[in-house]
């Protein structure tokens, strides 16, 4: 059927975003009325933060450095605060510099590097690194191409709501890519997926539908409802 030759979604490739609260010189605050001074000021006692070892300010000044916000851009110093927070646990630190590897910016590609990056965000829950990851092993980039590995991994970025991941984790069920093939569960997890609003589940969804049959239909979306409820029942989950 059209639907088993959607192909699966790439990684993600843009970095994780300072927070809000950092201001840089010539961007106002959130309320519209910083100055330069202000915001400048800001930057520096986010740099003193840094220094003394504050990994979330080590991650946001990175990201300061990383897209020039107030500053030149330099991805070298980018590299170096990001690698400080990471090395702290900082997860969004540690998903960053799987990016800046994985795609050769300011370093060397290296799938190696971005495998390792991408895990230690992954195991502290990140469901960004959780994704990319399970791309890296569906893709076999730098490793031995796993596909039970990889839907595993689909399966916990989307169970924290990352609506790629469970578009993705649809297309292995539909396909039967490390696991057998399960139509119900690919609706499911497409359903799951349109839902949080990503604009190709519902294409998908509907040349399923026309595969199947009445009772299937009915079975299926009964299938769909009862994998909602179980993840919205969920405890809080780490976020990104």
Same mark, same amino acid.
């Given at each position: 059927?059209?639907?088993?030759?959607?192909?699966?979604?790439?990684?993600?490739?843009?970095?994780?975003?300072?927070?809000?609260?950092?201001?840089?010189?010539?961007?106002?605050?959130?309320?519209?009325?910083?100055?330069?001074?202000?915001?400048?000021?800001?930057?520096?006692?986010?740099?003193?933060?840094?220094?003394?070892?504050?990994?979330?300010?080590?991650?946001?000044?990175?990201?300061?450095?990383?897209?020039?916000?107030?500053?030149?851009?330099?991805?070298?110093? $980018?590299? /170096?605060? &990001?690698? !400080? =927070? #990471?090395?702290? @646990?900082?997860? *969004?630190? %540690?998903? +960053?510099?799987?990016?800046?590897?994985?795609?050769?910016?300011?370093?060397?590609?290296?799938?190696?590097? $971005?495998? /390792?990056? &991408?895990? !230690? =965000? #992954?195991?502290? @829950?990140?469901? *960004?690194? %959780?994704? +990319?990851?399970?791309?890296?092993?569906?893709?076999?980039?730098?490793?031995?191409?796993?596909?039970?590995? $990889?839907?595993?991994? &689909?399966?916990? =970025?989307?169970?924290? @709501?990352?609506?790629?991941? %469970?578009? +993705?984790?649809?297309?292995?069920?539909?396909?039967?890519?490390?696991?057998?093939?399960?139509?119900?569960? $690919?609706?499911?997890? &497409?359903?799951?997926?349109?839902?949080? @609003?990503?604009?190709?589940?519902?294409?998908?969804?509907?040349?399923?539908?026309?595969?199947?049959?009445?009772?299937?239909?009915?079975?299926?979306?009964?299938?769909?409802?009862?994998?909602?409820?179980?993840?919205?029942?969920?405890?809080?989950?780490?976020?990104?």
């Amino acid at each position: 059927m059209d639907s088993l030759r959607i192909p699966i979604i790439g990684v993600a490739v843009l970095l994780l975003a300072a927070c809000g609260a950092v201001q840089t010189p010539k961007t106002p605050t959130a309320q519209g009325t910083g100055s330069g001074a202000a915001a400048e000021e800001s930057r520096a006692s986010l740099e003193a933060r840094a220094k003394k070892g504050d990994a979330g300010a080590q991650f946001d000044l990175g990201a300061v450095y990383h897209d020039g916000e107030g500053v030149p851009k330099d991805l070298k110093l $980018a590299r /170096e605060w &990001f690698l !400080k =927070a #990471a090395k702290q @646990g900082e997860s *969004r630190a %540690q998903f +960053n510099l799987g990016i800046m590897y994985y795609v050769g910016e300011g370093v060397k590609q290296d799938y190696g590097q $971005a495998k /390792e990056w &991408f895990q !230690k =965000a #992954a195991d502290s @829950g990140n469901m *960004r690194g %959780q994704f +990319n990851l399970a791309v890296i092993f569906y893709r076999g980039e730098g490793v031995k191409q796993d596909f039970a590995k $990889a839907l595993a991994l &689909f399966t916990l =970025a989307g169970k924290q @709501g990352f609506t790629e991941a %469970q578009f +993705n984790v649809g297309v292995m069920y539909a396909k039967g890519e490390g696991v057998p093939q399960d139509i119900g569960k $690919a609706y499911a997890w &497409f359903t799951l997926s349109e839902q949080g @609003g990503n604009p190709r589940a519902p294409e998908v969804i509907k040349n399923l539908e026309r595969e199947l049959k009445p009772e299937q239909l009915t079975l299926v979306k009964k299938m769909a409802a009862a994998l909602e409820k179980e993840l919205v029942s969920r405890p809080g989950v780490q976020g990104e």
